[in-house]
């Protein structure tokens, strides 16, 4: 697995990736935007989040990295995004 260079921290957001409201406090994780049953509440091994293993192509994963730092996001905070408007899109409130 390749290391990808950290982004900086003071990278400032451009007019076209400015994040909106609901996207910055589901970055920092606010209870307002949580799916239904996420109530913060620690799991029974004591973490709030359980950790997952996907396969990627390496295109795509370019593609996700690449994007994620348009945003100025880590890789696993764009992809939380992602499925999260994918799945206000298919309905879920």
Same mark, same amino acid.
């Given at each position: 697995? /390749? $290391? /990808?260079?950290?982004?900086? /921290?003071?990278? %400032? $957001?451009?007019? &076209?990736?400015?994040?909106? +409201? ?7 994780? &606010?209870?307002?935007f949580a799916a239904p049953g996420e109530d913060g509440e620690a799991s029974e091994n004591g973490s709030k989040s359980v950790p997952v293993?996907?396969? +990627? ?10 994007? =994620? =730092?348009? %945003?100025?996001?880590?890789? =696993? #905070?764009? %992809? $939380?995004? #992602? =499925? #999260? ?9």
């Open positions: 697995m /390749a $290391l /990808a260079k950290r982004p900086g /921290a003071n990278q %400032l $957001l451009t007019d &076209s990736n400015q994040l909106s +409201v609901e996207q910055k406090a589901f970055i920092n994780g &606010s209870k307002e293993m996907i396969r +990627v192509r390496p295109k795509l994963l370019k593609e996700i990295d690449d994007a =994620a =730092a348009r %945003l100025g996001l880590k890789r =696993a #905070s764009f %992809l $939380l995004l #992602s =499925a #999260s408007e994918k799945l206000e899109r298919m309905g879920r409130e």
